[in-house]
């Protein structure tokens, strides 16, 4: 059974920074490649940043690029979202999970993916 937990969200200040983290179990992680994604109050989820695991080519969206990262330990089966820069309008509720195809398409279609995990809160204020 496939699952992903994140965690390492929390209450930080505009232009402060904050490391998401996710843990994979029930999976053959180095197979997978993983999105990150978010859901803001009032708004659709939106895929953030994604990592592939053929070749670790990674892709942001235009909110992240420049103060986003994202890298992947296959041996810890983990992989982590590290955000500088933070705005207001990054407060969100931020998920990882496995995208159905190493493209950049799918990293950028909530709409695809099955399976959610519960998610870490992030919230930054002014």
């Known amino acids: 059974q496939v699952q992903l937990v994140e965690s390492g969200g929390d209450l930080v200040q505009s232009g402060g920074s904050l490391t998401l983290s996710c843990s994979a179990s029930g999976i053959v992680f180095e197979t997978y490649s993983i999105g990150w994604f978010r859901q803001a109050p009032g708004r659709e989820r939106e895929g953030v940043a994604c990592?592939?695991?053929?070749?670790?080519?990674?892709y942001y969206s235009d909110s992240a690029k420049g103060r986003f990262t994202i890298s992947r330990d296959n041996v810890k089966k983990m992989v982590h979202l590290q955000m500088n820069t933070l705005q207001i309008e990054d407060t969100a509720v931020y998920y990882c999970?496995?995208?159905?195809?190493?493209?950049?398409?799918?990293?950028?279609?909530?709409?695809?993916?099955?399976?959610w995990g519960q998610g870490t809160q992030v919230t930054v204020f002014s």
């Open positions: 999970a496995t995208v159905p195809r190493d493209t950049e398409y799918y990293c950028f279609s909530p709409q695809h993916i099955t399976s």
């Open positions: 990592i592939m695991n053929t070749d670790g080519r990674t």
